[in-house]
């Protein structure tokens, strides 16, 4: 028997002062810092010390603790180190498609700033097809059908990104030793969603008059929010969800200025934005419209996230084009003629009206958080406050007739 009594654990614990407490025979109670009391049991297996977590103190008693560490030890008399046998036990796990996910995104979200990204493109168009499947059993013909429905469903882009996690993701199975054959290797760009050619869609002042017309004209399914956020992307050139996922904390309306953090930016760099006094107005409405929520475009449904989604933009522009996913009907097209845009667009937009009102290059690319390129970047920690308060300004001049009206 050990020192420990049940009272004795429970007095410890209740205590909760930091520490390890031996009952003998290796066992102890763990109360660490952080965190909610465990078993564990030391050991030495073949020279070397050894710890095994045994379970947390709420779901294992005193009596359960000691149990489990005799079994520890026949198995460590028998030859056998339980530490390496419950790192192989695990391993054992990875079983399906879905369980090799599961291990891989661990290792995503440790090394990608976005880890979310694959993991949205795996859940909608990997599981469904191969999730259930096991490891072993997936073919070259399942990679190619899940890249080709992608394909075909219109997004040749997420074709590609699809082929290259799967590729990831079974390169992740080589190295942990459950395959020795990625069935994606074979495949390259021409069998997803073909090479990318660079987008280069600009909209011209007269197509920035009909657009914004044509949002007024459907305001019943193009909201007001979905109209102001449209306008200050287009004068303010910041990326979508820098704009659609700010909070008023980051705004000085009193000074007119936005301070975008630098964990918030994709360019990993904080910036002050000046706010040209056109935008004022319509960031003292959309305060007005958030009816006392932290952010300035705060999600509409009642979804997980607090603010307006990702997709929400480009999907309410879409369905101006006569293009709604998943409805079969597809609505009217009420663009006429105008050629097909993205939100993105509206950033690279700005960035042409910035040159058409003869803003310097060095100026233009500050404007839109662009890191200076060689020398001059490095050089350059001059952040251009001014000279870019001046050409946002001159293109809100420019188009700000076209979206009060």
């Known amino acids: 028997m050990g020192s420990f009594t049940?009272?004795?654990?429970?007095?410890?614990?209740?205590d909760g002062t930091p520490g390890r407490y031996g009952d003998g025979n290796g066992l102890y109670l763990m109360i660490p810092r952080k965190g909610v009391p465990y078993w564990m049991y030391r050991y030495t297996f073949a020279g070397k010390r050894r710890e095994l977590t045994l379970d947390k103190y709420a779901d294992l008693s005193l009596a359960e603790a000691r149990e489990q560490s005799v079994e520890a030890q026949k198995t460590i008399r028998s030859g056998v180190d339980p530490v390496a046998e419950r790192k192989r036990e695990e391993q054992v796990a990875i079983r399906t498609v879905q369980d090799l996910f599961n291990d891989w995104y661990q290792d995503l979200e440790k090394r990608l700033k976005h880890p979310n990204i694959p993991k949205r493109v795996f859940e909608r168009d990997v599981a469904p097809s191969i999730g259930h499947l096991t490891l072993d059993s997936v073919t070259p013909m399942d990679v190619r059908a899940i890249v080709r429905k992608v394909a075909n469903s219109g997004r040749p882009t997420i074709a590609n990104d699809a082929l290259m996690y799967l590729k990831q993701l079974?390169?992740?199975?080589?190295k942990l030793g459950l395959l020795t054959y990625n069935p994606a290797s074979a495949f390259n760009l021409n069998?997803?969603?073909?090479?990318?050619?660079?987008?280069?869609?600009?909209?011209?002042?007269?197509?920035?008059?009909?657009?914004?017309?044509?949002?007024?004209?459907?305001?019943?399914?193009?909201t007001r929010d979905n109209y102001l956020a449209c306008a200050l992307l287009l004068i303010l050139g910041v990326r979508k969800t820098e704009m659609t996922e700010a909070q008023w904390s980051?705004?000085?309306l009193k000074n007119k200025q936005w301070v975008?953090?630098?964990?918030?930016?994709?360019?990993?760099?904080?910036?002050?934005?000046?706010l040209p006094p056109q935008t004022l107005a319509w960031l003292e409405e959309l305060k007005t419209r958030a009816c006392g929520s932290d952010y300035v475009f705060p999600s509409r449904r009642s979804s997980k996230k607090p603010h307006m989604g990702k997709d929400t933009l480009n999907r309410a522009i879409s369905k101006l084009f006569g293009?709604?996913?998943?409805?079969?009907?597809?609505?009217?097209?009420?663009?006429?003629?105008?050629?097909?845009?993205?939100?993105?667009?509206?950033?690279?937009?700005?960035?042409?009206?910035?040159?058409?009102?003869g803003v310097p290059g060095h100026v233009a690319e500050r404007c839109l958080n662009h890191k200076l390129k060689g020398v001059e970047g490095i050089y350059d920690r001059y952040d251009y406050f001014d000279e870019r308060k001046e050409a946002?300004?001159?293109?809100?001049?420019?188009?700000?007739?076209?979206?009060?009206?």
């Open 250 to 252: 980051e705004f000085d």
């Open 6 to 14: 049940a009272k004795k654990v429970q007095s410890l614990i209740k």
């Open 170 to 174: 079974f390169n992740h199975a080589i």
């Open 191 to 222: 069998d997803a969603g073909g090479i990318e050619k660079s987008r280069d869609r600009t909209l011209n002042l007269d197509e920035i008059r009909q657009v914004f017309r044509i949002f007024r004209d459907n305001s019943d399914s193009f």
């Open 323 to 357: 293009r709604e996913p998943g409805k079969k009907p597809q609505p009217k097209n009420r663009m006429g003629d105008i050629a097909e845009f993205t939100v993105h667009d509206l950033r690279r937009t700005c960035r042409s009206l910035l040159a058409a009102v």
């Open 392 to 405: 946002l300004t001159k293109v809100a001049e420019l188009v700000e007739p076209a979206i009060n009206q």
């Open 260 to 274: 975008l953090p630098g964990e918030r930016s994709k360019a990993g760099v904080g910036m002050v934005i000046p």
